[in-house]
């Protein structure tokens, strides 16, 4: 088999690619990626000279460029995404370029070269938010009801796979998942934000009460999910996706942190809330457990520490990140107070 991954040098995409030619060796993979400020090829250094992967530098809304790519593959799994909530409330342009227009284009080439599976890799965040007494899980039928530019556009992109799949009878599947958290991740992103706040001695930035709710995945298991669902789901299909945690909070996750550093309470910063904060976020997975077989491996805080690890093994990697472009974000996202 031949997959073309998009946005394969991000932190769920390279985790991907790792774990895919891990587990199917004899496959061949191209990673098309633009390599935005989210995209980094050491996240791929370990196999950057396996003779099965190739790497392109490109963007998904290079309409000649995709179509050249996707005529030489069976699969396209597509993570390639503007990802960061934040980021989309600052500037929402590029959210709608990428994750509308760049999905719109790779489904344009995908039917055309009729490719067996399209594969779109999206979120749970596109039904909403949910009060934090609302026992309520989404599953596969729970309407959209995106409430951030970034949950908005992903949302947009999911109607338009579905879209081509009734029209046009592309051969699809959609998988909504939750927080994933985990090696290689950014560090704009909750987790590991605060494990690297914590180990440069800078503070936790905790938006408004903390008390907001996610159902956290890791990302192996995301890994997994997909796999599964590229050799067992039925075309047409969506499989919600989610994690092992039941309703803890932000603030919860914090001390969870700072008690593995050794760090005091004191190293949590209340800042100004994010403006339209969804609440809560919670996934009923049993649809993909029934038919995929699909269950996370181990549980929160086994995965927590083993995340906190491989930070602190890994101080290279997001130090280099820290200190470049990303210090204009933070600025602009966390003001001046927490620059030191
Ligand atoms: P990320 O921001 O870490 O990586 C995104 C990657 O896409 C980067 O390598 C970037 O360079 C690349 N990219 C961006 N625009 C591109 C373009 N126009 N053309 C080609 N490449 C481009 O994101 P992530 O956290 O790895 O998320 C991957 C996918 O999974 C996204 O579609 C996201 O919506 C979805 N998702 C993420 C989470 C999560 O918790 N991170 C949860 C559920 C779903
Ligand atoms: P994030 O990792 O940005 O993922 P998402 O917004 O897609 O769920 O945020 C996870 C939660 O953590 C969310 O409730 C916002 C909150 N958060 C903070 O409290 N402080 C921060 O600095 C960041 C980045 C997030």
Redesign the pocket.
Known sequence: MKLLI??G?????SNFIRYWLKNHPADNIIN?????Y??NLENLKEIEDNPKYKFVKG???DGNLVNELIKEVDIVVH?????HVDRSIIDSQIFLK?NVI?TQILLDAALKNQVKHFHH???DEVFGSLALDDKTKWNECTPYDPKSPYSAS?AASDHLVRAYGNTFGLKYTITN?S??FGPYQ?PEKLIPLAITNLMEGKKVPIYGDGKYVRDWLYVDDHCKAIDLVLQKGKAGETYCIGGMTDDINNLEIARMILKILGKHETEIDFVKDRPGHDRKYAVDWSKAKKELGFKPEYDFSSYLEMTIKWYRDNKEWWQKIKSGEYKKYYQLQYGKAQIR
């Open positions: 998009t946005g040098a991000g932190f769920i995409g098309l990626d633009k390599l935005t989210a995209g963007d998904i809304c993570f390639a995404a503007e990802s990428t760049g890799v999206s979120t992903k998942c927080n994933n950014f």
